[in-house]
């Protein structure tokens, strides 16, 4: 399966500042995704990340909190802006290759804490 | 009514125990289904898919009933390693659904 780079892997920030989470991928992949893992709780998807378009946000997540880039098969960004406390979770990056019937890859992590 | 609902457990049990997890969802259009495992503060790693015959991957054996909708993983001769949580995934149109887990402890 494909190689997931996710960096930072961890960082303690500012309330109301912003951060950008990378993911790099080693070889080209039809989908990637972003998640989010708060404390003590299961995966909730936060956006398809589409290349050369506009990401797909899901129900209760929104461009302007959560921008992301995709800027090609290999590479996305997640940002979390003007963050707070309960932004503190850590956000994975998934790729998925091919299309149906294939499972998801997850990068490592972001783990976030908000001062 | 949640798309993926798992048995939060914990399920302790002795080294060598066969332990099973069961799971149901929610969408009979579901296409695609896995069972992931995600150690404490690590990344959900692929366990196996599971395939509508029915799959082993050495101690490890998964079901699919779409008539009941529930996918069920089996574990056997457990190992002290196989502690973690285990998350059953349901793909239903390129959208992943993960159940919130459940939770294995193997003990000496």
């Known amino acids: 399966s494909a190689v997931i780079s996710q960096k930072p892997s961890r960082d303690i920030c500012q309330r109301g500042t912003s951060l950008t989470i990378q993911c790099q991928v080693d070889?080209?992949?039809?989908?990637m995704f972003w998640y989010r893992q708060q404390p003590g709780q299961s995966l909730t998807l936060i956006a398809t990340a589409n290349q050369g378009s506009e990401a797909t946000y899901e129900s209760g997540f929104v461009i302007d909190k959560f921008p992301i880039s995709r800027p090609n098969l290999t590479f996305s960004t997640l940002t979390v802006s003007n963050m707070s406390p309960e932004d503190s979770s850590i956000y994975l990056c998934s790729v998925r290759t091919g299309n149906s019937n294939q499972p998801q890859h997850f990068g490592d992590g972001t783990r976030l804490s908000i001062l | 009514r949640k798309e993926v609902e798992q048995d939060p457990g914990p399920f302790n049990v002795p080294e060598g125990a066969t332990v099973a997890f069961n799971c149901t969802y929610s969408?009979?259009?579901?296409?695609?289904f896995f069972w992931y495992r995600q150690d404490c503060r690590k990344e959900p790693k692929l366990l196996m898919s599971v395939y509508s015959s029915g799959n082993e991957d050495g101690r490890f054996t998964a079901q699919l009933n779409r008539a009941s909708q529930y996918i069920s993983l089996l574990i056997r001769d457990s190992k002290l390693s196989d502690s973690a949580t285990y998350l059953c995934?349901?793909?239903?149109?390129?959208?992943?659904?993960f159940g919130s887990g459940t939770k294995l402890n193997v003990k000496p």
């Open positions: 995934v349901v793909d239903n149109f390129n959208k992943f659904y």
């Open positions: 070889s080209q992949v039809t989908m």
């Open positions: 969408n009979s259009a579901s296409q695609s």
